[in-house]
Structures are given as C-alpha cells and as structure tokens.
C-alpha cells in the first residue's frame, strides 16, 4: 500500500511544475484579456465557429457563461454544444504533462475544435427542423461576465482578486490535489482489481469503450476529465475512448443548463445531442486509429 502512495505522488509532483505554469499562462489571459472574452460572449458576431475555439481554452468558467447565455437567448444552440464539447477543462496539462501522452494532445485539440463547428452547425440545424428553437435570440449587445447568472461553480478562484501569481497556485494546489486523489485511487483499483481484469470492465480495445467514457465525460465536475486523463495516460483506455469523454465533458455547464434553462424539453434535447455525438466521434476514432 505504501507503493501504491508513493507511485501516484511521485506522477502527481512530476505534473507540478507543468500545471503551475499553465495556470500562471490561464491567470494572465484572464486577467488582461477578460473584456474582450465577454465581447467574445455577447457579440451580435457570435457563431459556432468562435465558439468551439474559445471553448478550447482551459478554462471553467466557458461552459457556465454558455449555458447562462443560452438561457438568456444571447446564443445559439450550435455555440452552446460548441462550447460543451471543445471544452477539456483539466485534461489538457494531464495529456501534456506525460511523455507518453503529449503527442496527442495536438491531435486531440484539433479533432474536438474540428468537430465541436460540426456538431454544433448540425444541433441549430436539428433544433430548426424540430421546432425546438423557436425563442428567438437577442442580438444586442451583452456584458455578461463568465461568472453571472445567479450560478457560481467549482472553480471560484478564477476571478479573484488576490492576483495572477497567487491564483495561479491556488489553482494548481486545488488541480495537484485532485490529481493526487485520483491517482491513489486509479492505483488502488489496479492493485485489489488487477490490470486485465480492469481492462476487461473498460471494454478496453472494444468500439464500445466510447460509450462508457462519454457516460463518465457526462458528470458535472473537473473530476471527469481527471479521470479519463489519467486513465488514458496509463493505458487503460483508449484515444477514442479519451475523446469521447472529453466531449462530452462540459464540466457544471450542463447543471447550470438545467437550473436556469426552463424549457426542459430542449435541456433534455441538448443532452442527448451531446451523448450521442460525443459517442459517436469516439466510435469512430476507435474504429480508425
């Protein structure tokens, strides 16, 4: 058991000096660059397109803002499902910080931009033909901050006050933590479960492995994109298996979704494009690579 310890905080304090750069990277964009994300947000300008991109970004905070906007008619489905799947929250500095797995990180980032414009322009067509998006959207300009609309979400420190260095290591100490506890627990299940036989529960090199990974993509919390990542960094699941949970991954935009959204009726709708497509590409990718 003390291996078991030792190994996952030896992965975990190989990361930290990685992390804390990102996030030193993440705080300056957000302090110096935070008027021109909102005008990003709220422009009459806003498609699908600079919203898969914008999404790409690491950071908690663009899934909230979408779903809020959403609410408000401020943007379309296509930008919502955009940003929910271009979204990776924490997986990127996991993917980039192992040797073993930085190759794909490029590959990964242009795959989920790439098909975050086409699910998106395919969820407005969708909601057009169904009749779903008969609330018209509002085209004046808008000021929302990422973090309006009565919904605060886990990652709090973003928009503190306490400046770029000190939120920078706030946010790698909280990221390192989860790191570390996932880890341990990653270690545990290998230890008590065994490697073949937690290979066969993840359906590993089955092109049904997306369906699980985009399941586990689904929960409402940086935790996800943690796991698959570390999953993913060990071996256990597959690039398809990675990228199908990483779309589906939109971290607490899909609780904020249904708490400020009342049509239930496209919330439901919503997720469902996002399951399915998120599987999809996972499928695919499997079957190809």
């Not at 909230?64 to 955009?82: D, K, P, R």
């Not at 390192?176 to 479960?193: A, E, K, S």
Request: one cysteine or more.
């Amino acid at each position: 058991m003390t291996e078991i310890l030792l190994d996952a905080l030896m992965d975990s304090l190989k990361m930290l000096p990685f992390l804390l750069a990102v996030y030193l990277i993440i705080e300056f964009v957000e302090h110096k660059a935070v008027d021109k994300i909102r005008a990003a947000f709220a422009s009459e300008r806003l498609g699908v397109i600079s919203a898969a991109a914008l999404g790409l970004f690491p950071q908690c905070g663009f899934s909230v803002a979408a779903a809020n906007l959403y609410s408000e008619h401020l943007i379309t489905v296509g930008a919502l499902i955009a940003v929910f799947i271009s979204t990776s929250d924490e997986a990127i500095p996991i993917v980039a910080s192992s040797p073993s797995t930085a190759k794909w990180l490029l590959p990964l980032l242009g795959i989920k931009l790439l098909y975050a414009i086409i699910a998106g322009m395919a969820a407005n067509l969708i909601f057009k033909i169904t009749k779903l998006d008969h609330n018209s959207i509002k085209l004046e300009h808008h000021s929302t901050h990422v973090h309006e609309g009565g919904e605060h979400h886990h990652c709090a420190n973003c928009d503190s006050n306490d400046g770029i260095f000190k939120n920078a290591v706030k946010r790698t100490a909280s990221i390192f933590l989860f790191i570390l506890i996932t880890g341990i627990l990653l270690n545990v299940l290998i230890y008590f479960i065994g490697e073949e036989r937690l290979s066969t529960l993840l359906l590993t090199n089955s092109f049904a492995q997306p369906l699980i990974a985009a399941v586990i993509g689904l929960i409402p919390n940086c935790a996800a994109s943690i796991v698959l990542s570390k999953l993913f960094v060990s071996g256990a699941i597959s690039f398809g298996a990675l990228t199908a949970g990483l779309c589906a991954g939109a971290g607490v935009g899909l609780v904020v979704l249904f708490r400020v959204n009342r049509n239930m009726k496209q919330n439901i709708s919503i997720l469902g494009i996002l399951y399915l497509s998120s599987a999809l590409i996972g499928i695919i990718l499997q079957l190809i690579m």
